[in-house]
C-alpha cells in the first residue's frame, strides 16, 4: 500500500510520516508531499518518496496521487483559503479512485458554528458527495499551540483570554501524527468521524498552572471580555477583520467547541494522551 502524506514539510504532516516509520512502514511506500521538495531533503536521504504537492495547482495533485492508494488530507493552514485547495485534492483523489481519504478537521465541525468551523464543514460535506471512501479525523487542540502564551508569561505571569470557562481537550501533535497514522494503516475505519481529544478536559485556569509548572514561576489566568480582547489585539496591531476572527476563535472555546469527553485517540494509539505539562515542557525544549 503507498500512502501520500500532504503538508509533510508541516510539523504535523512530518510527525504523521515519523509516526508511519516508527510503525513498521517501508519508507518507500510513503509518499511524503509539499511545495517545497528542499524542505523534504532529510526524509528522501532516509528512503521516503517525495513529490510535489500544491493544494492550487490540480496537476500537482493529479501527478503526486498517480499509483497511491491511501492518501491523508492535512487541512491547510491559512484560514478563509482553505476550501478550494482541500476540492481540488478530493477531486484528485476520487479521479485517482484511492481507497481511503483521511482528512484532519477541526472539534464538532458540522454541529458547531465558529470562528474556524466553517471550511472544514465544507471540506466534510465534499469528500461525502465525492463518494471517496473517507475516515474524518477532527484535531482538538495541540498543546504547542500554547507556546506563544506561555513565552509570554515568562516576562509578565499572565496568559490573558475571552474563553472564560470553557474547557479544551488538548493533546500534543504527535499524539494526533499518531492517531492518523493508525487510521491509515488499519482497515475498519472507512467513513467514521472521529472526535480527536486529550484523555483530560482543562480549563484555563489549568492552562496557566501547567505553564507555571514548566516556567518555575506564578503564571495566572486572566479573564477578559471579547469587547476587551478585540481591543487588546487591535493595539497590538492586527486589523479589525482579524481581530474579530481570533476573538472569535476564544468565543468558540468558551462555548464549548473544545470540550469533547472521547477517548478514542488513546484508544487507537494504545497508550495516554500527552499530559498537558508534559506537552508544554516538551514545546520549550
Do not use: C
Not at 481519504?101 to 464538532?108: D, R
Not at 481537550?169 to 481529544?197: N, P, Q, T
Amino acid at each position: 500500500m503507498t500512502i501520500l502524506i500532504t503538508g509533510a514539510s508541516g510539523q504535523l504532516g512530518h510527525l504523521v510520516v515519523e509516526a508511519l516509520l516508527a510503525r513498521g512502514v517501508s519508507p518507500d511506500t510513503i509518499v511524503a508531499g509539499a511545495r517545497d521538495l528542499t524542505k523534504l531533503a532529510g526524509l528522501a536521504d532516509r528512503g521516503v518518496r517525495t513529490a510535489r504537492v500544491d493544494y492550487d495547482d490540480p496537476a500537482s495533485l493529479n501527478a503526486a496521487l498517480a499509483d497511491v492508494e491511501s492518501v491523508l488530507l492535512i487541512s491547510a493552514s491559512e484560514p478563509g483559503k482553505r476550501f478550494a485547495g482541500h476540492k481540488n485534492v478530493i477531486d484528485a483523489a476520487a479521479a485517482a479512485n484511492v481507497s481511503k481519504l483521511v482528512y484532519t478537521s477541526a472539534p464538532k465541525a458540522t454541529t458547531f458554528e465558529w470562528a474556524l468551523g466553517a471550511e472544514h464543514k465544507a471540506t466534510e460535506e465534499a469528500i461525502a458527495a465525492s463518494g471517496v471512501p473517507a475516515v474524518i479525523v477532527r484535531n482538538n487542540w495541540y498543546i504547542e499551540n500554547y507556546l506563544p502564551d506561555v513565552q509570554r508569561a515568562a516576562e509578565s505571569g499572565v496568559i490573558a483570554a475571552s474563553v472564560g470557562e470553557g474547557l479544551i481537550a488538548a493533546a500534543s501533535r504527535a499524539d494526533f501524527a499518531e492517531g492518523a497514522a493508525v487510521v491509515l494503516l488499519e482497515d475498519g475505519h472507512i467513513g467514521e468521524v472521529y472526535e480527536f481529544a486529550g484523555d483530560t478536559r482543562i480549563d484555563y485556569d489549568a492552562v496557566a498552572a501547567g505553564a507555571a509548572e514548566v516556567l518555575g514561576r506564578d503564571v495566572a489566568y486572566v479573564r477578559v471580555s471579547t469587547d476587551d480582547h478585540i481591543a487588546a489585539l487591535e493595539g497590538a496591531g492586527l486589523d479589525a477583520d482579524t481581530a474579530r476572527f481570533v476573538a472569535g476563535i476564544d468565543t468558540g472555546i468558551r462555548e464549548g467547541v473544545l470540550d469533547v469527553d472521547d477517548n478514542t485517540l488513546s484508544r487507537l494509539i494504545g497508550r495516554p494522551t500527552t499530559p498537558f505539562a508534559e506537552g508544554l515542557r516538551a514545546a520549550l525544549a
